[in-house]
């Protein structure tokens, strides 16, 4: 079965620190994974979209990472602001044309 | 470019009655997936559509759920006879799905379904 797991489901950190993401998933015959920012009773904003070839993606303060064989991607968020606590979603299309989503982290930036 | 739009944002419905949620797709985007997030509960696939064609409806439950995407006008999901259980927040995303392209998915605002 084909499954996106998320740990931990929620993080607090002070502003400033640099923090990661975990997400896991048990097929690594990946298409590609995105990592998505949802805040509370709103809809999804794509941040980072990694294909299967690719080893890492890059957008300002993020950086997310692909590890096909492990099974594994990390979010990386650098010098952290209390605008970035929301809900952070993982999803994998695994080729079948669908996204598989974790349950999330629910990260808090404390100021 | 606008983005994914969807309406109504918010729907209240009694038990019984009936729900439809439209998308309209982003400009160029000829697919459109949905997806149900249930309270405290992470994003399900429900449907994948192409205009005029279901692609995959594995995620749809079996009865009183459909989905279409017409050749003209948005995506429309119904949900017949309305129970509690069916309240959640309903996301579309659309995809341009060109082969060799990202096939990023870009989600909508989504629509929050009660029943009361």
């Known amino acids: 079965k084909q499954e996106v797991t998320q740990i931990p489901a929620a993080l607090s950190v002070p502003e400033g620190e640099n923090l990661v993401l975990n997400c896991s998933f048990t097929?690594?015959?990946?298409?590609?994974l995105q990592w998505f920012r949802q805040d509370p009773g709103k809809g999804l904003t794509s941040l980072l979209l990694i294909q299967s070839s690719q080893r890492e993606q890059t957008s300002g303060r993020l950086n997310a990472s692909l590890d096909k064989s492990s099974g594994r991607s990390t979010l990386y968020i650098a010098a952290s602001q209390p605008g970035d606590s929301a809900t952070y979603l993982c999803a994998v299309d695994f080729g079948n044309e669908k996204l598989t989503f974790g349950t999330g982290t629910r990260l808090t930036i404390i100021p | 470019n606008a983005g994914v739009m969807q309406n109504p944002r918010h729907l209240v419905r009694r038990r019984g009655q009936e729900a439809r949620l439209r998308c309209s797709p982003m400009?160029?985007?000829?697919?459109v997936y949905w997806y149900r997030q249930l309270p405290e509960e992470g994003l399900k696939f429900m449907v994948y559509l192409q205009k005029e064609n279901i692609i995959d409806e594995s995620g749809m439950p079996k009865e009183r759920f459909s989905a279409e995407f017409p050749k003209e006008g948005p995506s429309i999901l119904r949900i017949q006879q309305v129970v509690r259980g069916d309240s959640a927040a309903y996301f579309c995303a659309s995809s341009p799905r060109l082969a060799g392209a990202f096939n990023e998915q870009f989600f909508g605002p989504g629509t929050r379904l009660t029943v009361l």
């Open positions: 400009k160029g985007h000829s697919h």
């Open positions: 097929d690594s015959a990946i298409y590609n």
